[in-house]
């Protein structure tokens, strides 16, 4: 239904279409594009005068076309010489990006999605994917119907979602206890002798961390991690552990499949390294049907985010920007003078938020930011945390409706929307698309690569950015163009993706792909099929290496097999909060509601949030379905209507965040906890505690942000 209605937000009425400045009387006011871009200007170039060029920062999006995101990330880093960029990607795919950086040594899948056509064993963990990917569910779910003998689906996930349901293995572990499960998986796997062994001699590395060890030190680690004390850890049957491992091990091909509810975890990135550990140990990689395969929650994370290293601490290509080397590559690159990108990293996601328009921390204050295509003040966990920062500063919002974040803004910019614009969006599988232009912006909305194009040529930098013409087919080229050069030499390359050749093919190219001849890589680190193996000026690959995880030339072609410890979830129950919040998506919407509530026949379909409660706890708290129930954690409360379902298990309760009500909105109570590796924040679980506080007939209604001047419902 999103697919074939969700084209009806464009003609919404609440579209923004005008540039707009909030007045003294603390209303916004209609400008002209040349009012509000000289205004961005003069300000940013004023804070970064007076408190130094970290003053301001870019917050993105994996919505923004791949142009875009590389755009406004080169004006930051090459331009103002700053790092304070970060994205919405934070939030959903840093643990992801660490995992496979840590495990493999560069970011993003070996494989690819026609691996689901040849996989005989899926592993889905975290993933609601019925709902949340339906078109990635199908096809699984059409292997599953075309083969059902041989065929073999384990969900690892404490709802038995609609995903579940057709699982041939369902383990339901308590959120935050899965690192337990993985690790006793890999010890049934060790034990039963079906670990692949001349995968785990040739190209397995095993480690602590801080040590290498070797695979005996690696089988005595697993051995604490006993299918019987891992069910007392989980509530995870010992039987379906075992029957996961034996499925897993022996009736491969096997591919994984996982997204939010592994990444969204303070221990996000050792969950993403056990799911490698398991495909390592069992040669569950770089074959067809094999392999660890990461969801992205956008359509362009990987592509406009992650690849273009829009993020604090990467450059293009997803590069470190603490890396010497790197740092010359891409200043040599886009015609900078060295030593212009700052080595240091700045500010992530949850630190940057958390220091915005702060009065303390005058070493490094951030008092200006531009926000593109996303919406912090509801998508931030613990979010009215960060509200009063966001209005005591300079805030810059491009969007296309109005949101809980344009109610804080000093200006809001209005964009086009993806039909109104032509560009390039990357998938979780390394493939890039063009879409094209279909209608023109509403308005005076425009692209946000002439956004950023404009504020370059203001603040004197368009010999940096010149993609600033009248033609925004060619200023997107151009940009693209850019980005190919930028990343001509690395193993993420794309220089053989050219838009005359995306032009020709609907379904794009997948990188590595060096050149104009070549088909892309749909398998990577395998010779005959990564050409990045014979390119010793990138990477140096032993002649007769068959597969060679070449990223770190340190470990000799081998990956991190890592022995993490377990550590259960930040914030688990306790006798004064005695139930687990989970939090996610639902099919009828889409992340905080911006487009999809302004589509009627999906805002009927789903109107409000609710919280979903296993029958016992219903029963045992009084409550009935539709009644009003007042959740609580240590740092909000939400009324929501109750969903009585056995859906959940018992001591679960689960509410989707696509809700703007302020009673509603979940991210009111989710806690900021994060990951310290990858910076990203533990959404997903958190203790509350619960009671009954309405009839249904109470419930509030459906709420939708329809104007820029719309009060904000809370002091900040």
């Not at 033609?471 to 050069?485: K, Q």
């Not at 030339?553 to 914030?571: M, S």
């Amino acid at each position: 239904v999103k697919g074939f209605k969700g084209y009806m937000s464009m003609y919404h009425p609440d579209r923004l279409m005008y540039p707009m400045v909030r007045g003294e009387d603390d209303k916004f006011k209609k400008v002209s594009w040349d009012e509000a871009l000289n205004l961005v200007a003069k300000k940013f170039g004023e804070l970064q005068q007076k408190h130094g060029k970290d003053a301001v920062a870019y917050y993105g999006s994996g919505q923004c076309m791949t142009e875009e995101s590389y755009t406004f990330n080169k004006l930051w880093k090459g331009g103002f010489g700053s790092n304070m960029v970060d994205g919405n990607p934070r939030l959903c795919m840093a643990s992801a990006v660490g995992g496979y950086v840590t495990t493999f040594g560069t970011d993003e899948p070996a494989g690819s999605y026609a691996d689901i056509e040849k996989a005989k064993t899926f592993f889905i963990v975290g993933s609601n994917m019925s709902e949340c990917h339906p078109l990635i569910f199908r096809r699984v779910a059409r292997q599953k119907l075309k083969e059902p003998d041989s065929i073999n689906v384990i969900v690892c996930e404490p709802r038995l979602t609609s995903t579940a349901r057709i699982a041939d293995v369902w383990l339901p572990a308590d959120p935050g206890t899965d690192l337990a499960v993985f690790h006793c998986m890999a010890r049934e796997i060790v034990k039963n002798n079906w670990a692949d062994k001349w995968f785990v001699e040739n190209l397995c590395r095993f480690t602590t961390g801080t040590q290498v060890v070797d695979f005996e030190a690696y089988k005595q680690f697993l051995e604490q991690f006993t299918p019987e004390a891992v069910e007392k850890i989980t509530r995870c049957p010992a039987a379906n552990i075992k029957e996961a491992a034996r499925l897993f091990a022996t009736k491969g091909p096997t591919m994984s499949l996982w997204t939010m509810g592994l990444n969204q975890r303070t221990r996000g990135v050792w969950a993403n390294n056990l799911i490698h550990n398991l495909h390592l140990i069992t040669g569950n990689i770089c074959k067809e049907g094999a392999d660890s395969f990461s969801l992205t929650g956008q359509p362009n994370a990987c592509g406009g985010v992650r690849e273009t290293g829009s993020l604090c601490h990467l450059l293009p290509g997803t590069r470190p920007v603490a890396n010497p080397a790197v740092r010359d590559q891409v200043e040599k690159a886009w015609k900078i003078p060295a030593g212009k990108i700052d080595p240091k990293p700045g500010f992530h996601t949850m630190e940057m938020f958390a220091k915005l328009g702060a009065e303390s921390d005058q070493a490094k204050p951030l008092k200006g930011m531009l926000i593109t295509t996303t919406n912090p003040a509801q998508s931030l966990p613990n979010c009215h945390k960060y509200h009063k920062g966001m209005k005591d500063s300079f805030l810059v919002v491009a969007d296309i409706f109005p949101t809980r974040t344009t109610q804080l803004a000093d200006v809001i910019l209005p964009a086009a929307f993806i039909y109104e614009k032509g560009g390039v969006f990357g998938c979780s599988e390394r493939r890039s698309q063009l879409t094209s232009k279909c209608v023109e912006p509403p308005g005076e909305a425009k692209p946000d690569l002439w956004i950023a194009a404009q504020i370059a040529k203001r603040m004197g930098l368009e010999k940096l950015i010149p993609w600033n013409g009248d033609d925004p087919g060619a200023n997107y080229r151009m940009a693209w163009d850019d980005y190919r050069e930028c990343v001509k030499m690395t193993e993420h390359t794309l220089y053989g993706i050219t838009y005359d050749r995306l032009l020709k093919s609907e379904e794009g190219l997948q990188w590595p792909c060096p050149n104009e001849k070549s088909p892309g890589t749909a398998i990577r680190y395998v010779r005959g099929k990564d050409p990045i193996m014979d390119m010793p000026d990138i990477v140096k690959v032993p002649p007769q290496a068959l597969i060679y995880f070449y990223a770190d030339q340190k470990h000799e072609g081998k990956a991190n097999v890592f022995l993490r410890p377990y550590k259960g979830p930040e914030e688990p129950p306790d006798k004064e909060y005695p139930f687990f919040l989970t939090t996610g998506r639902v099919i009828e919407q889409w992340h905080s509601g911006t487009m999809t509530m302004r589509v009627p026949e999906i805002a009927r379909s789903q109107p409000n949030a609710y919280v979903e409660i296993h029958p016992e706890d219903a029963k045992a708290y009084r409550i009935s379905n539709g009644d009003l129930v007042k959740m609580t954690s240590r740092r909000g409360f939400n009324i929501l209507p109750a969903r009585v379902v056995k859906i959940s298990l018992p001591g679960i309760l689960f509410v989707p965040w696509f809700d703007q009500d302020w009673d509603r909105m979940i991210n009111r109570v989710t806690i900021d906890a994060f990951d310290d590796g990858s910076k990203q924040p533990e959404f997903k679980i958190c203790a509350v505690k619960i009671e009954r506080v309405g009839d249904p007939k109470d419930v509030a209604d459906m709420t939708i942000i329809s104007s820029v001047d719309a009060p904000f419902p809370s002091k900040v």
